[in-house]
């Protein structure tokens, strides 16, 4: 009975992280998305302003990757099967050495994108005015590198709180401060505007960062020093930089491939468009640079709308990380499939109605979202395709990363990212083809990626994921309310404005999957009590009759 009690504790304790996760990640998806509709539709700025503003923060993200993106589940790995075995001072020692190591790399990193910002805009992006967004981003890698340190500290001790609130506190202030900076540049050129979109980022990450050592001081592991001492004797600072490494290299690889898709994207989208076009369009070169930014505006505007359900689902992934090394750490294997198989099975639910439901109203949402500068509806619809591999991907790859395994996301990422490469270059240049090149390529890169990392995962730990409920009933549901929502977005269309419409489309596709999937029983008894507050939906959906006590569901 103990065993049982101890067992639906750490299932609470998961998912109660994976909630906290999933929260602050829709708030700062959210929030990202509004200050990015303001921007966009503010005068001077549009479509070429959000090429600038994502040219330069995409050659940010790339060197960001490199100090903080996979430091947060190293960092949580490492602490976690520590604190499982009870080595406290080993726990604390190893955060202290890594602190120094990312602050010491993120300090390089700054000063490098900061020296060579005009290197990187005219020969890299072949558009010589990104280089004011590269100037004031530099300086927020230091900060990003110690904070990634700091968050994955407290995951490892499997405490998400300080990630969430840091990451909800820092999007509300980029958004707020670009939203002003941006207003207060109206009339200048657009790569000014944003630059001082941009600028905003760097101020945000600086006070998040801030918090993080506030929050740090109070909530910190005690160790005796002596202790400290003695640990140090037995694992000196160059022993813990080779163990941080180990794990950190490959994570980081792969990580930085994940990104070189986007930049991919950037660098390809700047130069093929030029090339596509030059002696079609009047104007010259800086006409062409026009047209390359802008149709890199419109790709980041869909990436913006589907990152939030991506986000949504990286709750798992993260939170994944540490419970599996955890679990592995204390041999109880059957605890580790189980959370893996819920994980990728919450994955599909999550992800696939989302992708229907872009297919369905995609040009109704960026007409929703941005009224000044609406086009991109085809490339939604595509890319809503390589999001559902992008988000099960994720998920597997935080199991292959708690099994030890954390070479295969990274060769996998690689092998989609060089076919990505050719593919852009070939269909981008195409001019009836153009901006359409980046997500067909996208598609091919993430379901390269997802088989390879798939079959990595189950042939080490075995999944519990059954076709008929994990698979084909989430995507019976999702096309009956994709259809339902497309007839009543249509209809609504009729008699009240195609914005209010498709907000109550919106809204009544929501409720129509949700009644689905519950009336399919595609969720089990166990499923639902997984979930927050699962005892009490049980409860409801058996005084509603949906679901009946005595069945084995």
């Not at 950190?248 to 070189?260: A, D, E, K, N, Q």
């Not at 153009?434 to 067909?440: D, E």
């Not at 080490?460 to 994921?465: Q, R, S």
């Not at 639902?528 to 949906?546: H, N, Q």
């Amino acid at each position: 009975m103990e065993q049982v009690e101890k067992k639906k504790n750490k299932g609470t304790s998961f998912m109660k992280n994976v909630l906290f996760l999933m929260c602050s990640e829709i708030i700062v998806k959210i929030l990202g998305l509004v200050y990015r509709l303001v921007i966009t539709n503010v005068e001077g700025f549009g479509d070429t302003g959000l090429g600038y503003y994502s040219a330069g923060y995409q050659i940010y993200a790339l060197l960001l990757t490199l100090c903080s993106i996979g430091i947060p589940s190293v960092i949580s790995k490492l602490i976690s099967e520590r604190l499982a075995v009870g080595n406290n001072v080993g726990a604390q020692r190893l955060f202290k050495v890594a602190l120094k190591l990312f602050a010491g790399i993120g300090l390089i990193l700054s000063l490098t994108l900061f020296i060579g910002a005009d290197f990187i805009a005219t020969k890299i992006l072949n558009v010589p005015d990104v280089a004011y967004v590269l100037r004031v981003l530099a300086p927020a890698i230091v900060f990003v590198a110690t904070s990634a340190v700091f968050r994955g500290y407290f995951a490892g001790q499997q405490n998400m709180k300080p990630t969430s609130i840091t990451q909800i506190l820092e999007q509300f202030l980029n958004c707020v401060l670009s939203i002003v900076f941006v207003y207060a540049l109206i009339g200048k050129e657009p790569y000014i505007m944003a630059a001082g979109g941009n600028l905003s980022t760097t101020l945000s990450i600086i006070i998040t960062f801030l918090y993080l050592i506030t929050y740090y001081k109070s909530n910190k592991i005690i160790v005796d020093k002596s202790d400290m001492e003695k640990e140090k004797k037995v694992n000196s600072d160059k022993r813990m930089i080779k163990t941080i490494l180990a794990f950190s290299i490959p994570i980081t690889i792969g990580s930085i491939i994940s990104v070189i898709s986007s930049v991919i994207d950037t660098a390809t989208v700047s130069n093929c468009i030029q090339q596509a076009f030059t002696g079609l369009i009047e104007g010259g070169k800086e006409a062409l640079e026009q047209l390359a930014m802008e149709k890199a505006g419109i790709l980041s505007k869909v990436d913006t709308l589907i990152n939030l359900p991506i986000a949504v689902n990286l709750a798992f992934s993260t939170a994944l990380v540490p419970a599996i090394s955890e679990s592995i750490a204390k041999k109880e294997y059957d605890l580790a499939s189980k959370r893996l198989s819920f994980s990728f099975f919450a994955s599909i639910i999550i992800i696939i109605p989302c992708a229907i439901g872009f297919m369905c109203l995609s040009n109704q949402i960026l007409n929703l979202i941005y009224p000044n500068a609406p086009d991109g509806a085809g490339i939604l619809t595509l890319a809503s395709i390589s999001m559902v591999f992008i988000a099960l991907s994720q998920t597997i790859n935080g199991g292959l990363y708690g099994l030890n395994r954390v070479y295969i996301p990274a060769i996998a990422l690689l092998i989609g990212a060089v076919i990505k490469l050719v593919l852009n270059i070939i269909l981008i240049s195409n001019p009836s083809i153009n901006i359409y090149g980046a997500p067909i390529s996208s598609i091919v890169c993430q379901v390269i990626a997802f088989t390879i990392c798939y079959r990595a995962l189950t042939s080490k730990i075995k999944l519990n994921i059954p076709i008929v409920k994990c698979i084909i009933k989430p995507i019976v549901c999702a096309i009956i309310m994709g259809i339902s929502t497309y007839f009543i977005n249509r209809g609504l269309n009729l008699i009240i404005s195609q914005n209010i419409s498709t907000i109550i489309s919106i809204g009544c596709g929501a409720l129509i999957y949700v009644v689905s999937i519950l009336m399919l029983k595609t969720l089990s008894k166990e499923d639902i009590l997984m979930i927050p507050f699962g005892t009490k939906i049980y409860d409801i959906l058996l005084k509603l009759k949906i679901y009946k006590e005595i069945e084995n569901i």
